[in-house]
């Protein structure tokens, strides 16, 4: 019996695709860069499933264009902003993802950008690297004192959750915002619920956990940073979109923001001449919050689960549309 075809739209864990390859016949792009839309709608032709990265549009066309033959979108990714969610509902597609497992990695990541932004460690390891190293001195590289600090949490989560939880530990005074109330991880954090305007005039450092929404889009802007108190730092670990970045060039121009340490921006990857990367008081990574080795393979493991689900017309166990299977 010949296996069905899926379109596997970048080169996933090795052990991941080994086990895909046994029951399905894989369309692998081979390159690092993502598919163009063109490619993955030519590539998309035939198959019975797509795996995807959070790269990929698959919008209304894309969608359009396979629905006779496509069964599922398994997208490697705990966001979906990507994929036209009401356009794959209409045709009766599934679309997957890969929740809960990338929460503990990322939570460590923005921790690590926190101290790393709050005190100048990026900045002195450049400086090192250039031949500065001044003798000792008591203003050299002065950072922001992390305990008894007050931490913002913009999106409280899993991830935020799992922020707030490792905050306790540098005794910082915990405030979130978001559109739901979280009454028992806020006993469990020692976390206070604030309005957003509240949370950025009070807050010393605020991270950012949010889904990338028409509500979140550019949340932000000047008027955001206007209202902060003055020499804040800035976080971002879920979607570039959520900032402005002219406005975020903006704050930091004018001391509004004291440092920025940004693993997503927009767009990505970040022009080569952006305005930011000249500043010593901006961290950019290239989104890699999940990037380790254990959270990459288990992302890969679910998507790999939703995908063989989906072909073979079983509930997926990670979806982010069940109404799919409503009247079924």
């Not at 698959?58 to 994929?83: F, L, P, R, W």
Request: hydrophobic share 45%; net charge negative.
């Amino acid at each position: 019996m010949q296996k069905p075809p899926v379109f596997v739209t970048r080169r996933i864990p090795t052990s991941a695709l080994e086990r895909l390859s046994k029951e399905v016949n894989i369309d692998l792009w081979e390159e690092e860069i993502p598919p163009p839309k063109g490619v993955l709608i030519q590539r998309s032709q035939g198959k019975k499933g797509l795996l995807a990265l959070l790269t990929d549009p698959i919008d209304a066309e894309v969608i359009e264009s396979c629905k006779t033959t496509v069964k599922v979108i398994s997208q490697m990714a705990v966001g979906y902003d990507n994929i036209d969610v009401n356009a794959a509902s209409r045709a009766g597609i599934p679309v997957g993802n890969t929740p809960g497992v990338l929460t503990d990695a990322t939570a460590d990541f923005t921790w690590a950008l926190l101290l790393a932004i709050g005190r100048r460690v990026v900045e002195a390891d450049k400086q090192v690297r250039d031949g500065i190293w001044k003798p000792w001195g008591p203003e050299i590289l002065l950072g922001a004192e992390i305990n008894g600090s007050t931490l913002g949490i913009v999106g409280f989560g899993r991830i935020g959750q799992a922020v707030a939880r490792r905050a306790a530990g540098f005794g910082m005074q915990i405030h979130y915002y978001d559109l739901s109330r979280y009454p028992e991880a806020e006993k469990d954090t020692n976390a206070t619920y604030l309005e957003f305007d509240e949370l950025l005039q009070t807050s010393d450092f605020i991270t950012l956990h949010a889904s990338l929404t028409d509500k979140t889009y550019h949340l932000f802007d000047r008027e955001a940073f206007k209202k902060m108190k003055k020499g804040i730092y800035l976080i971002n670990a879920s979607r570039g979109a959520i900032i402005d970045p002219q406005a975020l060039v903006w704050a930091l121009q004018n001391g509004i923001v004291a440092g920025a340490a940004l693993d997503v921006f927009e767009p990505e990857p970040i022009p080569g001449n952006h305005v930011l990367l000249g500043m010593d008081n901006v961290i950019i990574t290239p989104h890699i919050a999940s990037a380790s080795v254990q959270t990459r393979l288990k992302m890969a493991m679910m998507a790999v689960d939703n995908l063989l689900a989906g072909i073979k017309g079983i509930n997926l166990p990670y979806c982010v549309n069940p109404q799919v299977y409503d009247g079924k």
